[in-house]
């Protein structure tokens, strides 16, 4: 399997704070990398898609970069509803695997 | 806009089979890739396996021993029956539509989720 892992495992931010989170893979996925903010109680939300691909509907200060074995997720301008679970998941290969999640909280 | 609804039993005695099936709403079954995915505090996020309209499936190789899962076009639905459940098989299930974006050969992001079921293995 490959192995997805992901820092920090938790950060805490202000509002308006620009933060990033980074995930890296145990070998070459090829852009095969999604993010998903996922809160208390609810199934997880994609947010971006192979690599850098912002889903519809959602805000343009999520961005994704990275290529080959690391990968980044980069918030812009932090909003009360950003504070959130954030996690990354490789789909290169089979399982899908995901890293073990980033808690963003308020500072 | 396309929802998805689990269904089944919220408690599964231990070496019984674990039996789900989501229904797929407002779209329909017969393109994309329909994916389980589980949630426990010890393990995190993982992806159990999924099935493709046509019946052709991937599962993960450490649950594919005992792992099945179907797709029924006609009634919009697709299941999942794990045999053999231990305490280690407790976790939310939720089952999800995988798609593969414009130019890219593989599955890709996870778009739509149901909103998960929460099943315990215990006596």
């Known amino acids: 399997d490959i192995q997805v892992t992901q820092s920090p495992s938790s950060l805490s931010a202000s509002v308006g704070d620009r933060v990033t989170i980074t995930c890296r893979a145990s070998q070459n996925i090829r852009g095969y990398l999604n993010w998903y903010q996922q809160k208390r109680g609810n199934a997880p939300k994609l947010l971006i898609y192979v690599t850098s691909n912002l889903q519809r509907g959602v805000p343009s200060r999520f961005s994704g970069s990275g290529s080959g074995t690391d990968f980044t997720l980069t918030i812009n301008s932090l909003q009360p509803e950003d504070f959130a679970i954030y996690f990354c998941q490789q789909t290169y290969t089979t399982p899908n695997t995901f890293g073990q999640g980033t808690k963003l909280e308020i500072k | 806009q396309v929802q998805l609804q689990e269904s089944g039993p919220g408690l599964v005695r231990p070496s019984e089979t674990l039996s789900l099936t989501c229904s797929v709403s407002g779209g329909s079954i017969s393109t994309y890739y329909w994916t389980w995915i589980r949630q426990s505090a010890g393990k995190g996020l993982e992806w159990i396996g999924r099935v493709y309209n046509t019946g052709g499936t991937s599962y993960n190789p450490s649950l594919t021993t005992r792992l099945s899962m179907s797709v029924d076009t006609s009634r919009n639905q697709f299941s999942l029956r794990l045999a053999a459940v231990t305490a280690a098989d407790t976790a939310v299930y939720y089952c999800?539509?995988?798609?593969?974006?414009?130019?890219?050969?593989?599955?890709?992001?996870?778009?739509?989720w149901g909103q998960g079921i929460a099943v315990t293995v215990s006596s």
């Open positions: 999800a539509r995988q798609f593969t974006a414009k130019r890219w050969d593989l599955p890709s992001g996870v778009d739509v």
